[in-house]
């Protein structure tokens, strides 16, 4: 179905016309002025009928409709301003180095001590099997200094986030109420005029009774083609009589006189 859209009427608002219309025809029977809906006129051909005539109904409410655009425009202008992070690529290095570096320094412990303890269970045991376990302890100290600084990073970036949060818009806001005013006046000043009257418009006029066809008989529309009877209705028609003519041969008179 095509809906005619007023000119002023832009893509993103026409599924709230839409909603406010369907709203109106659903609480209908609660109108004393829309008590014929579904009797005269069915809910589906009203709403077909005002979605062809947006461009007329939305003209009624086009000053609020005009406040609720340009309302919207600058909170979505505000909005859109934010703070620009100068050092995102620090960060990031910060984020990778806290993220890899208790894993990397764990691994390395798990190796150091337990080729130090391989070697340590030796006899003789190597020399060097002391400083790999020193050296597996000390990577294990940086693994866990680093899974302490990665849940404190954590802790802070989420109390940062919560403080930065947008708040969610409030109903009683600037925009919300402009669009209820919008859609207020939508219904009051162009949907429900809409269907009063076209409810209220006069059915097309009757035929006088000489045209109008007779009980009983559907009637035809356009043209209607010849009556037909078979031969037993009615009284029977004379069949035409044909006679042959009558031919005679030609009377041939002899000769007065004979050849010379």
């Keep these: 179905m095509h809906m005619n859209v ?25 109108r004393p002025d829309l008590t014929e809906v579904g009797t005269r006129l069915t809910t589906a051909q009203l709403r077909s009928m005002a979605l062809n005539a947006t461009a007329l109904i939305t003209t ?17 202008s505000t909005s859109g301003t934010g703070e620009v992070l100068s050092d995102t690529g620090g ?9 890899l570096a208790p894993i990397l320094a764990g691994t390395a412990a798990v190796i150091l001590l337990l080729v130090g303890a391989v070697l340590k269970m030796l006899d003789p ?6 400083t790999l376990l020193t050296a597996g ?3 294990g100290a ?35 109420r402009a669009r209820q005013a919008w859609c207020r006046a939508l219904l009051d000043r162009g949907i429900l005029p809409f269907l009063r009257d076209a409810l209220a418009a006069p059915p097309p006029p009757s035929l006088p009774k000489q045209h109008q066809p007779p009980a009983g008989r559907i009637p035809k529309v356009g043209y209607s083609g010849p009556d037909f009877t078979s031969p037993n209705e009615g009284s029977p028609s004379p069949r035409p009589t044909f006679t042959s003519p009558d031919f005679t041969s030609p009377d041939y008179a002899p000769p007065e006189h004979g050849p010379e």
């Design 6 to 30: 007023a000119p002023h009427l832009l893509t993103e608002d026409r599924a709230e016309f839409e909603r406010v219309l369907d709203d109106a025809l659903r609480n209908a029977h609660e």
């Design 137 to 139: 302890l000390l990577f």
């Design 91 to 99: 960060a990031g290095v910060v984020a990778i180095v806290t993220v």
């Design 60 to 76: 009624a409410a086009a000053v609020e409709y005009d406040h609720f655009v340009k309302v919207r425009e600058q909170v979505r």
């Design 142 to 176: 940086v693994a866990a200094a680093g899974l302490l600084c990665a849940a404190a990073g954590l802790l802070v970036t989420a109390l940062r986030n919560s403080a930065t949060e947008v708040p969610a818009p409030d109903p009683d806001d600037e925009l919300s």
């Design 125 to 130: 045991a190597p020399a060097f099997a002391d």
